[in-house]
């Protein structure tokens, strides 16, 4: 298969705090995005870039707010995190993430024990976009560069 | 061809502010953070509960966010 990427210029986000415990905080790439379905489109809302996830992951609250009243009609899959026996129940739903200006279809999961908002992970997000995590400078942070293959 | 970066401005200021607020915020929860992220515009135990206050109130290009449960590092790493 002959694979060409169009590549768009990219454009570099900062990183932003992240409160921890004892007065100490975190730097993270967060990203503000959307999800639409259908005629309903969210707020943009924050989620972290994370290449460890292998899906997008979402709370349930965002598919409510695009008219998924109950998540658990979607395709079922449990994920796991590095921590043994710890276990999440997600359900996949068909979506389209809205980065700034550009929008895409994914299989977006959802689930109601996800602590923060949303995950952007490997299958949806980052078959989308080159992703260059930059701690260098005065303002740390992140790039992301569009990429389009074409079949 | 080199393309040129394009960077995001964020202003110094807004930095230590986005903590205070988040710090200051119910855990569990959602909020609506100004788009200089130096208010908080809506909480919510829901998104659209936090929404639908932030559009009530008339704020322009507020972004949401969740409180945790509990503020930690987390190894979130879900996989397959």
């Known amino acids: 298969m002959d694979v060409t990427s169009l590549v768009a210029g990219p454009l570099k ?22 999800v639409s379905r259908g005629s309903l489109l969210t707020s943009p809302f924050e989620a972290i870039i994370d290449s460890g996830s292998f899906d997008c992951l979402f709370h349930g609250d965002v598919a409510r ?8 009609t979607g395709i079922l899959k449990v994920s796991g995190g590095v921590v043994k026996g710890v276990q999440m129940q997600t359900y996949g739903h068909d979506i389209r993430l809205v980065v ?17 908002a949303a995950l952007l992970g490997r299958d949806g997000f980052f078959d989308k976009y080159i992703v ?19 079949s | 061809m080199a ?8 202003p110094k200021e807004t930095e230590n502010r ?19 992220e130096t208010r908080i515009v809506a909480t919510g135990k829901t998104f659209m509960e936090a929404d639908t206050v932030a559009k009530k ?3 322009k290009n507020y972004v949401l966010t969740r409180t945790p449960d509990v503020w930690m590092s987390r190894a979130l790493l879900p996989v397959r």
């Open chain 2, 57 to 59: 109130s008339g704020e």
């Open chain 1, 132 to 150: 260059t995590f930059d701690p260098r400078g005065p303002s740390p942070g992140f790039e992301l560069t569009r990429v389009h293959k074409q």
């Open chain 1, 13 to 34: 986000y900062p990183y932003k705090q992240t409160p921890l415990p004892n007065g100490d905080f975190d730097w993270l790439p967060i990203l503000a995005v959307q």
């Open chain 2, 18 to 36: 986005r903590l205070e607020l988040l710090r200051s915020a119910p855990m569990n929860s959602w909020l609506a953070l100004s788009a200089d």
């Open chain 1, 65 to 72: 707010a695009v008219g998924i009243k109950d998540i658990t």
């Open chain 1, 100 to 116: 700034g200006a550009d929008n895409f279809k994914i299989v977006g999961y959802f689930s109601d024990d996800l602590p923060i």
């Open chain 2, 3 to 10: 393309s040129r970066v394009i960077e995001m401005p964020v």
